[in-house]
C-alpha cells in the first residue's frame, strides 16, 4: 500500500527541531537598528490535517480575501467563538495514541497569511540583511516568504530566526506560516497545561545592519570580598563595552574590575551599558552577581540565598499563553507586594520582556527548558524521547535556544533541564551541554534523583517530615548527592481552598541551611474565559480525556485576583519578622539575604477589642542581613477597661515608594497580644415559658415541639442546628493516584453529607432550655450525641453546644459547629481574625482586628466551587440584626447558598443566591493540607472526633447604625 500526499509534511513528525532557522544567540532589542512588528491581525485558514491543503497559498499574488482574520499573537482555539476549534485540558496523557514520533491524521492545522510593507526608511539591501523572528509557535511551523520556503520548526516556547534580508521588497511582502498543533515536538510538550496552538508570541522583522551585532555573552561578576565587579563581554562582532556610571569603555574580550553596588534579587542594581560594533549600538543592563555551590550551598556573592518561590505558568484567562507586557509586568509586581523571591518559569522558558522585568524589579530565577514527556510514565517510560538518541539533537536545540537566548540576564541564576521527563542520556547531555557553555549558574532538574547531571538536590510535595530529615542531612542517597543543597522545585499544591502548611514548611526551611526554599506550585489558575460557564476548566470543551479543574491550581484566580493562599504565603515568607520578644519587647529580626532595613519604617498600634486608640511610629536600629534585636515598646496610650483585649500591631511598610509598591505598602506585620478578653457569659436570670406552640426564653423563641430556635428578638432564625459537612476541597479530595487517606472521598462515603438529627427530648426547666439530640448518618453506627442547652438573662441568650461522639469514629470531621439561616443579612462585622479566610493550617495572614465585609465579599470564588471564606478566632460578629459572641473563639463563615449547594456546584455559575443567608459557627474546621497533589494537613490540625463544648451568645442589635456605614468590599 502507498500513499501519496499533495504536499510533504514528513517534517512535522520528523524527530529534528527543524530546518533553515539560523543559529540560536542572544535576545536583545536594538538600539539603532530598525525592526518591524508584524503582530495584529493576519488572515487565517484552518485545515483538519497537516496536508489538507497545498502551499499555493505560500505564492505571490494568492487571494486570501475569503480568509477569516486571526489576531497574532494568540492561539486560534481561543478566537473565532469555537469555529476554530476549542482548547483541550491534560495534565500528564497525551490526548493521541502514543507511537513517537507519529501523530494523528487529525492534525489542525491553520494557515496564517501576512502581508507588509517595508517602511519608507528601512534601509536598501546594501545597508545589512534582515532576520525575522519568531517567539513562539505552537507547536510546528513552515514558513514562506514572498514566495520561497525558508524553513520549518519546532519548539513551541523557544525563539526562531531566519535569515530574509535577500527577500525582502519594499511593498507587497508575502509572509505564510502554517502551523500543525501536532507534531513531533508534541512529544516533549507533555506539560501540565492547556493544548493551545498558534503564533502566541511576537512576529518580528529586524534588519541586521552591516558590521551589526550578531551574538554577545555578558559576564558580570560580583566579589563580595573585595566589592568589585569584573565584566567582560565576549561578542561575536568585535566592538567596545561602555558603561557610563562606572567609566568604563572598554573593547569586547576584554575584563575589566571596578567597585560596583552588586544585583541580588532584593537589590537588583542594574547598571546600563551599551554595546557598540561598527554597526549597531546594542543596550546593555548589566547586573553583577556571582553565583556558585559552595560548602554545599547555591551561594549568590558569597551568601546562601532562600527562595521563597513560585511556579509560573504564562496564563491569561482569554489570551492563554499570548501575555501582553501588562500582564507579565502585573505578575511580578504582585509577587513583589508578596513578598516572592523567586520563579521557577515553569515549564519553559518565558516570554523574553518577562526576564527583562525580573532583571529590573528583582526575582531569582530558575530558568526552565520547554520540555516534559510525562505522558511516557503510562509505559513505564519505554520510549521516553530522552533515552532515545534520535531526539538529542532536538533536546540540545531546546537547551541552547533557551540558554543562548536568555543568558544575558542576572536574575537567571539557574538553568532547568525540564519538567518530568524521566531520566535519559539526552537530559545528561543537555546538562553537560549547558555546564560547558555556562559556567556561571547551576543546573537543576528534579528527575534527576541521584544528582548525576545538576547542581542542586530537587524534589516535589516531599512532606514536611521528610524535608525535615534531608535538612538534618539523613534522607542518604549518592554521596553525590548529599553534598548539595536542596529545593523543592514544587510544593504546597494551591488547587482551591489551600495550599495548608505553609508556615510550618517554611519553619523548617529557615532551620537548616541545606533548605534552600522552594517554589509553590502554582502562580495561577488557568480558567479559560467562558460565555456559559463564567471560567472553563479541563472538560468544560468536550474533551475525550481530560484532568478537570486540576488546572486551576494557583495562588492568584485566573484574573490575577490574589487568592487567600497568597496572603498566607505573602504572610509566611515575610522578609522581617515582628515577634513578641523578652520582657514586653518587639522582636525585630531581618530574614533578607542581603539587605539591611533601611527600605522600611516600622509603626506600632495599640487596639482595644480590635480598635485602634493610638498608633505611631517605631524606631527599629539599622540590622544586618539576618541580625536581630528587641525593641523597646512604648506606653501604651490607654489604660484597657476591665475584661478588654489589648494587643500591639506592629507592621513594617516601605519608607519610599519603589518600582514595585507605593511608600507605606505592608512589607511585614505582626502582633503582640497584651491582655486578654473576660469570655462572654450569661446568668441565667430568665426562665423558659411555655406558650402552646411557642416557648420563649429572653428574647428567643423556639419551637415548643420540637425545641427548634424561631427568632431572637425580631430577628427571625431557621434550621439552628449541628453541623459537621464542608463543601470538600480539591484538597481534601485529594488526587486520584493517591493511596494515602483522602478525607473528602472518606467523609462522602461515611455519609457526613447527609447526617440525620434524631430529636430525643425537649427539656423545659427552671433555668434552661434543652434539645437532646442524636446527629449520624444512616448505615453507621457513628453519632454524635448533641445536647443544646439554652439560657437568658433576659437582653440575651446563650447556647451551650455539647457533644459526645458514639461508635468507632475512625475520621476527622470537616467541620464541628452550628448552622442556622437568617432571612436578611449582608453586611457583616466583626473583631477576630482577618480581613480574609483563614482555615487551622493557613492562618498566619489572619489578623486579629475589627472587620467589616458584606455576604458576597467574604465569599472565595474558587474556580471549582467548594469550603472557603471561614474567618478565624471571631470573637463576636453582627450580621442580619444578631450578634453573636463567643466562648471560645469561632469560625465565621456565611454565605447566600447551602453547603449542599455549594458542594454541588461545579462552576460559580451554578451558585445562585437564595432568600437564606446560611451562618456557620464551628468551634473547629479540619486543617487544608496540599493534598490535591501533596501531602494531606498535618496531623495537629485533624478535626479529631472527641468530646467538645462551645457555646454563642446571641442578642438582637439595632442595624440601622450599621447601614450607615460605607463598608469596603474585598
Ligand atoms: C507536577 C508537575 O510537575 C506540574 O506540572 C503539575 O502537574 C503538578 O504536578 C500538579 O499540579 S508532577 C506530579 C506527579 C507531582
Not at 433576659?794 to 448552622?819: C, F, H, M, N, Y
Request: hydrophobic residues 40%; glycine residues 10%; contains cysteine.
Amino acid at each position: 500500500m502507498s500513499f501519496r500526499t499533495t504536499t510533504d509534511v514528513a517534517y512535522v513528525e520528523d524527530v529534528s527541531p527543524g530546518s533553515g532557522a539560523l543559529a540560536p544567540r542572544a535576545w536583545y532589542a536594538s538600539s539603532d537598528a530598525r525592526s518591524l512588528s508584524l503582530n495584529g491581525s493576519w488572515r487565517f485558514r484552518l485545515s483538519a490535517t497537516a496536508d489538507a491543503e497545498d502551499d499555493s497559498f505560500a505564492a505571490e499574488g494568492y487571494d486570501a480575501g475569503g480568509w477569516a482574520e486571526i489576531a497574532v499573537p494568540g492561539h486560534w482555539v481561543l478566537q473565532g467563538d469555537g469555529a476554530f476549534g476549542s482548547p483541550a485540558y491534560t495534565n500528564h496523557l497525551y490526548p493521541f495514541p502514543v507511537d513517537p514520533p507519529r501523530v494523528p491524521t487529525e492534525n489542525p492545522t491553520g494557515d496564517h497569511l501576512r502581508v507588509f510593507d517595508l517602511p519608507a526608511d528601512w534601509p536598501g539591501p546594501a545597508d545589512g540583511g534582515a532576520v525575522l523572528r519568531f517567539d513562539g509557535v505552537d507547536s510546528c511551523a513552515r514558513v514562506w516568504l514572498n514566495g520561497t520556503d525558508i524553513g520549518e520548526f519546532k519548539g513551541s516556547r523557544i525563539p526562531h530566526e531566519f535569515a530574509v534580508g535577500h527577500l525582502l521588497r519594499p511593498t507587497g511582502n508575502v509572509l505564510a506560516v502554517r502551523v500543525h498543533q501536532w507534531s513531533a515536538g508534541s512529544y516533549l510538550e507533555d506539560q501540565d497545561q492547556w493544548w493551545l496552538p498558534g503564533i502566541f508570541r511576537d512576529v518580528t522583522l529586524l534588519h541586521r545592519p552591516a558590521g551589526g551585532v550578531l551574538d554577545f555573552f555578558v559576564h558580570a561578576s560580583y566579589d563580595h570580598l573585595t566589592g568589585a565587579g569584573t565584566l567582560r563581554v565576549d561578542s561575536d562582532v568585535d566592538g567596545r563595552v561602555v558603561v557610563p556610571a562606572l567609566d568604563i569603555d572598554v573593547e569586547t574580550g576584554c575584563p575589566v574590575t571596578v567597585p560596583v553596588r552588586p544585583w541580588t534579587a532584593e537589590t537588583p542594581a542594574l547598571y546600563d551599558g551599551e554595546l557598540v560594533t561598527e554597526g549597531e549600538r546594542v543596550p546593555l543592563r548589566i547586573g553583577f552577581r556571582t553565583v556558585e555551590l559552595a560548602d554545599g550551598l547555591i551561594k549568590v556573592n558569597g551568601r546562601p540565598v532562600l527562595f521563597k518561590g513560585v511556579n509560573r505558568h504564562e496564563w491569561h484567562p482569554e489570551r492563554g499563553r499570548a501575555l501582553d507586557l501588562e500582564t507579565m509586568r502585573a505578575d511580578v509586581l504582585l509577587m513583589k507586594r508578596h513578598n516572592v523571591n523567586a520563579v521557577r518559569t515553569s515549564h519553559y522558558p518565558p516570554h523574553p520582556a518577562f526576564l527583562d522585568l525580573c532583571d529590573e524589579y528583582g526575582l531569582w530565577v530558575v530558568d526552565e527548558c520547554d520540555l516534559e514527556t510525562h505522558g511516557f510514565v503510562e509505559q513505564d517510560w519505554r520510549d521516553n524521547p530522552v533515552d532515545d538518541d534520535r531526539w538529542t539533537p532536538a533536546l540540545l536545540d531546546r537547551a541552547a535556544r533557551m540558554v543562548e537566548r536568555d543568558k544575558n540576564h542576572p536574575s537567571v541564576v539557574i538553568w532547568s533541564l525540564g519538567n518530568e521527563a524521566g531520566t535519559g542520556r539526552g537530559l545528561t547531555a543537555m546538562a553537560e551541554w549547558i555546564h560547558g557553555r555556562d559556567t556561571s549558574r547551576l543546573v537543576h532538574y528534579e528527575g534527576d534523583i541521584d544528582c548525576r547531571d545538576t547542581d542542586v538536590y530537587s524534589r516535589m510535595y516531599a512532606s514536611h517530615d521528610e524535608v525535615e530529615r534531608i535538612g538534618q542531612g539523613l534522607d542518604g542517597g549518592t554521596h553525590r548527592r548529599r553534598a548539595l543543597p536542596f529545593i523543592l522545585c514544587e510544593y504546597a499544591h494551591a488547587m482551591g481552598n489551600g495550599p495548608g502548611g505553609l508556615a510550618d514548611y517554611q519553619k523548617i526551611f529557615e532551620a537548616h541551611e541545606r533548605l534552600q526554599g522552594a517554589f509553590v506550585w502554582e502562580w495561577i489558575d488557568h480558567g479559560i474565559e467562558h460565555p456559559r460557564l463564567g471560567l472553563a476548566y479541563g472538560g468544560d470543551f468536550g474533551e475525550e480525556l481530560h484532568d478537570g479543574n486540576f488546572v486551576c491550581d494557583g495562588l492568584v484566580l485566573p484574573d490575577r485576583t490574589p487568592s487567600p493562599g497568597l496572603a498566607e504565603f505573602k504572610k509566611v515568607i515575610e522578609p522581617v519578622a515582628l515577634t513578641a520578644g523578652d520582657d514586653a519587647t518587639l522582636r525585630v529580626t531581618n530574614k533578607q539575604d542581603f539587605a539591611g532595613l533601611c527600605a522600611l519604617a516600622f509603626t506600632w498600634a495599640f487596639q482595644v477589642d480590635g480598635e485602634t486608640v493610638g498608633s505611631g511610629d517605631l524606631a527599629v536600629p539599622a540590622l544586618a542581613a539576618g541580625e536581630s534585636a528587641d525593641v523597646k515598646l512604648p506606653q501604651p496610650p490607654v489604660l484597657a477597661p476591665a475584661g478588654a483585649e489589648t494587643a500591639w500591631t506592629v507592621r513594617a511598610v516601605l519608607a519610599e515608594d519603589t518600582a514595585w509598591a507605593d511608600r507605606g505598602h505592608v512589607v511585614a506585620w505582626g502582633q503582640v497580644p497584651v491582655t486578654a478578653r473576660a469570655l462572654p457569659a450569661v446568668t441565667p436570670t430568665a426562665a423558659p415559658v411555655a406558650g402552646e406552640r411557642v416557648v420563649t426564653l429572653g428574647p428567643a423563641t423556639f419551637d415548643a415541639r420540637t425545641g427548634e430556635l424561631r427568632g431572637i428578638g425580631g430577628v427571625d432564625v431557621t434550621g439552628l442546628r449541628l453541623d459537621v459537612w464542608r463543601a470538600p476541597t480539591d484538597n481534601d479530595d485529594g488526587a486520584p493516584w493517591q493511596s494515602d487517606v483522602r478525607y473528602g472521598v472518606l467523609w462522602r462515603e461515611l455519609g457526613l453529607h447527609r447526617m440525620r438529627h434524631r430529636l430525643d427530648a425537649v427539656e423545659v426547666g427552671d433555668g434552661a432550655l434543652t434539645v437532646r439530640s442524636r446527629v449520624a448518618p444512616a448505615a453507621r453506627e457513628v453519632g454524635l450525641s448533641t445536647v443544646y442547652r439554652w439560657v437568658s438573662d433576659g437582653d440575651r441568650v446563650q447556647l451551650t453546644v455539647s457533644v459526645t461522639p458514639e461508635g468507632d469514629w475512625t475520621l476527622p470531621l470537616p467541620r464541628l459547629g452550628i448552622r442556622f439561616g437568617l432571612s436578611a443579612a449582608d453586611r457583616v462585622s466583626w473583631f477576630g481574625g482577618g480581613p480574609g479566610e483563614a482555615y487551622p493550617d493557613s492562618r498566619t495572614a489572619s489578623a486579629l482586628g475589627r472587620w467589616r465585609s458584606t455576604v458576597d465579599a467574604l465569599q472565595t470564588p474558587y474556580v471549582r466551587p467548594q469550603e472557603n471564606g471561614a474567618r478565624a478566632d471571631v470573637r463576636w460578629a453582627e450580621l442580619g440584626g444578631l450578634r453573636v459572641e463567643g466562648a471560645p473563639e469561632f469560625w465565621f463563615s456565611a454565605r447566600r447558598w447551602t453547603t449542599e449547594q455549594l458542594d454541588a456546584a461545579g462552576h460559580l455559575t451554578d451558585l445562585v443566591p437564595g432568600e437564606t443567608v446560611w451562618v456557620n459557627l464551628d468551634h473547629g474546621q479540619h486543617g487544608l493540607g496540599s493534598q490535591s497533589c501533596g501531602p494531606g494537613p498535618l496531623p495537629r490540625y485533624f478535626l479529631d472526633v472527641a468530646p467538645a463544648q462551645f457555646s454563642f451568645v446571641f442578642s438582637a442589635v439595632d442595624q440601622s447604625i450599621d447601614s450607615l456605614i460605607d463598608i469596603p468590599t474585598r
